[in-house]
């Protein structure tokens, strides 16, 4: 079982539509959560943390964690061709204390 | 920008070759990490240093050789690589040791022949 699973995609929204993109981990006791965005050719770039059940919003970005489940999402509301990207999940805090990460899921909006 | 850079951004080495390669954060943060990036697959880290003191070193074959002199640089040496070592090098830094709101450089994309 993979530590943090995401599906690779491409996940394929039309502008303005919500791209809603989805990671699941293994460890248990993980406690903080991060997204990254990586443009393709670049570096990974932190766009939202979140450490405690629920919703946080940034802006046209929403994180969603469910520790029960061990899930955790991310929401992109008015999707924007710019916000095509590959999306990495990236889980920390759990029984080895590393940042583990996913192999992302690559997001396409169509203009 | 994020305050991290690398160099250099395109490397081409052969097996038998020794090369470096150098980062350098300008954020005032007290930890540094190399991580390696394979198509496919997820970052996977190679190591961490916190106020240049090693304290992750992630079962990476001796063939990579890391170096911090000082909390703003960080080098990875590379000698008598193999083909599948070819793939993005990526630094990156935090506050502090295994924090996961990391800043990450430009990356440097390796090929071995």
């Known amino acids: 079982q993979k530590e943090v699973e995401q599906n690779s995609g491409p996940l394929s929204v039309p502008e303005g539509a919500i791209a809603s993109l989805n990671c699941t981990y293994s460890?248990?006791?993980?406690?903080?959560f991060f997204w990254y965005r990586q443009y393709s050719g670049k570096s990974p770039e932190l766009i939202m943390s979140?450490?405690?059940?629920g919703d946080k919003e940034d802006g046209r970005f929403t994180a969603q964690l469910n520790k029960a489940s061990q899930y955790v999402s991310l929401l992109i509301r008015d999707s924007q061709p710019s916000d095509s990207a590959t999306y990495l999940c990236?889980?920390?805090?759990?029984?080895?204390?590393?940042?583990?990460f996913g192999t992302g899921t690559l997001l396409a909006v169509q203009p | 920008e994020t305050g991290v850079t690398q160099t250099p951004r395109h490397l081409v080495m052969g097996m038998t070759n020794k090369k470096s390669l150098k980062c350098e954060q300008h954020l005032g943060h007290n930890a540094m990490y190399w991580y390696k990036q394979s198509a496919k697959k997820p970052l996977e880290l190679m190591f961490v240093y916190s106020l240049e003191e090693r304290v992750e070193n992630n079962s990476v074959p001796s063939r990579f050789s890391p170096e911090c002199p000082n909390s703003s640089h960080l080098f990875l040496h590379l000698h008598t690589l193999q083909p599948e070592d070819s793939a993005l090098y990526l630094c990156?830094?935090?506050?502090?040791?295994?924090?996961?709101?990391?800043?990450f450089g430009p990356g440097t994309r390796l090929t071995v022949t």
């Open positions: 979140i450490y405690s059940n």
């Open positions: 990236a889980v920390s805090g759990g029984a080895t204390n590393k940042l583990i």
């Open positions: 990156a830094s935090s506050q502090t040791p295994n924090l996961g709101e990391q800043y």
């Open positions: 460890d248990r006791v993980s406690q903080s």
